[in-house]
């Protein structure tokens, strides 16, 4: 790759990485009202435990474990592990740590490579960030799907309770 060329590759490979972040938050969103709305509607059918035999009660206590640890998954995709690109001058972490004319005299001194190279490293940390949440993401959907049995199953037992 011809040198002068690199930091606009670069600049391009950023915006590549970073539209897939939405993509992962608006899957996250998707899951989040799913869980939302199954717990909601689980909490509100609920009975007393008090007068569920214990192997009825287990049944939407797995359901809400399930859920919870969907939640968690959700949380852990929101609040990803952004520590890296130490003195980059593209991070905006690392940019926040300096005072506004120091980030413009650091920013302006760089050459064209060194620059290339920093948005390229956060490309790289961006990368990581986001497979961190994809995982989480991945992790609640399989929660999520695995607490509908028991959901179901839930629902199908208080309406045989209360059914004449």
Known sequence: MKPELLPSVAKDQLNLV???FSRVDAKASV????????????????????????WQALIPLLAFASIGISFWNLYKGAFPNLVGGYLSLVYFREIAKRTEAKFIDDFSAQVET???KDVLGQVWRNSEILVEKFNHLKRAFIFMALAVVPWVISL??????TAP
């Open 114 to 116: 060194e620059y290339a």
């Open 156 to 161: 199908a037992l208080f309406a045989a309770r």
């Open 18 to 20: 970073l539209s897939f």
């Open 31 to 54: 899951v989040l009202a799913v869980d939302t709305a199954m717990a909601g509607y689980l909490a509100a059918r609920l009975p007393s435990l008090k007068t569920m035999p214990l």
